[in-house]
């Protein structure tokens, strides 16, 4: 027990030290969390009146960032399985830095979800026995098990491995392999069940569709990944951590398969709802070419693609890839892209037209806007502060007083000792 | 009771701007309700914290809801200087609701509309309506082709008129949606919403195929000489910020053996409401011997709601 509380105070101390670069960063994702304070108690007090959203089109960029971000906890799974399971050692090293991307994400998600609430203040609601969670029949009930599960899962694996190694102890398996395979599974669930949100709605034609599950993972895979090699190259270059070429390389290769797939899922899903012409194709015509003369959201949806277009030649084309910048570029766009694709462009086609035929646009307002840049920070800046703790933890230059100071568990196996 | 309200609120929208008659009736329900008012005031204090953990209506005794009923017509009292009864009719053993609709004899004057809006006190700004009028081209049954926002006379020699309200489904995927069961279908067949226990979600309006389901995205206003005093808890009660509602087929009108509103007000007798139970009801003759249409059947909902020909 002492030795936690010294690993909390140090954890602290870790967080508030830090280059002048640091301090920068932090002050700068500061303001926007500020901003978004503001902004989401203006709406609190207002209602969601100030927002965009109408009867017709009910979910705007909130439920839009939200399924981005549960794609986005991708970045954890597609590290723990090679380096787990498989025993990649390059992976392994860097496990740590995709579970807290994880973490990040979901606490993100979480908060996109109850922004987009009438009534956040009632999530008493939602708990068992208090409330009534209308599980198993309501997906938006599986939805709140799913995220609060793997934020759970996660959060608890990497506390225990960085105590572990900041107490200058090799982790024992039993205490943590069972739970991060439960991830491993559980992961399926993060990004199926929010597909399945949407496509178990009859009455939405653009989203009901079998492959749109499958797309989620694939786009999933894209996102995940491709941020975690940006995050990567940051602490590389600004915490001296050694990331090890073949962790990029891996991740590299991921993301070039996964982007190549997720197109091909995509020209799937427009062929089968174009080239019919059925009336169900209304939606699809709308974010591709627009519908009636409504075509808000056109140039959006083809900038998406083109980012993922590109992204994905960089990724398998060597002297592309090869140059790190280009690389790094590449890694935003495919991000970019996905966020476009698996956000406001699906979310807001799937109620243009309404089911009845009316055909009204969205575009956020500017307190969305400032919400959701808000929780955009303060993702970023828990996810600063979590590698500023994890990283001198995983450098073994954090460490209890007195506790050994080499690094600790490259190899997974001899972890099970 | 309901039924003189009615007549008022007809007569104020006959002689606008007069409605000398229905404003000495509130007086006069002012008066009476006033003992009960400043007896309901001081609940009206503790109310805040008895709203915020008010459980679902399910789980209400009935003692719990003659306290909560009393804090509502309490704060509307406060609030608008009106007095209102808030009841909760029972759906009756051996009814089960449904609506069929005569898309021939329709002529798209919007009058539904506009009466459903005054019955259900639903907010006039931001305005909200429960029914949408489709004007639709003849030669197609395309919804997707239609005309919500039509002006000028009605009937036009190009257009049929379909209006589209809750169609109140036996497998509703609006009440699946929930993730907190504020919605639920009655044994009469009505889908309700538990103001005080939705969060807001809007996973239902999401799901509802016929576009039945509206959300308060800001304070709901009615004036208070238009507040309909007669209120069911599950249907026409004045509603928060930030809830969902719909249309309830007038249940604290139909549980009582009238009519609903938008029936009523229809000049052409397009609409034909009653117990799908009853072999003899209009409704249920008009399914047995009709050419009937059901709007999206493809979306499997079931609905309890027909369109009929002739």
Redesign the interface.
Known sequence: MRDFIAFVRSSLGAVVHGSSAYYRWLAFLGVWMLLGCAAATYQFAN???V?S????V??GVYIANFSFLVGLAAASVLVVIPAYVYRDAALYDISILGELLAVAAMVMSLLF?VV????????W??LPML????FP?????WD?VVINGYLFINAYVVSYLLFSKYCGRVPNKRWYFPVLLLGVVWAVGIHTIPAF?YAS????PFWHSAVLAPRFLASAFVSGPSLLIIALSVVRDQMHFPVREEALHRLRQIVGVAAVFNLFLTVSEIFVEIYPGT?HS?SMRYILVGLHGHNLLVPYIWTGIALSVFAAVVFLARPLYSRPKLLLVACASAVIGVWIEKGMGLVIP??I??????IVEYSPSFIEFCVSAGIWAIGAFLYTLMLKVAVPIELGTLRLPGAPHERIGLDPVRGAA | MSEDHQNDDEREAVVEGVGKAQASRRRFLQVLGAATATAATSQADAAPWEEYFQQHYKRLTDEDKRAIFARLEAEVQDKYGVTVRINDPKPIDGVEFAYALNLQACVGCRRCEYACAQENNTSRSPEMHYIRVLQMDKGSLDVERSNTTYEGAVPTPEHYYQPVQCHQCRDAPCVRACPVNATWAEPDGIVVVDYNWCIGCRYCEAACPYFARRFNYEEPTVRPSEINPDQGYLSNRLRPRGVMEKCTYCLHRTRKGLMPACLEACPTGSRKFGNLLDPNSEVRQVIETKRVYILHEDAGTNPRFYYYFG
Request: aromatic share 6%; glycine share 18%; no cysteine.
């Open positions: 209602g969601l009146g927002s959203l109408t009867d017709q009910p979910w979800i987009d609430l009438g009534h956040p203040e009632l999530f609601h939602l409330g009534i969670l209308n029949q309501s997906m938006l009930a709140v949100l709605l009859g009455g939405r009336s209304a799937g109620f037209p309404t089911s009845l035929g009316e």
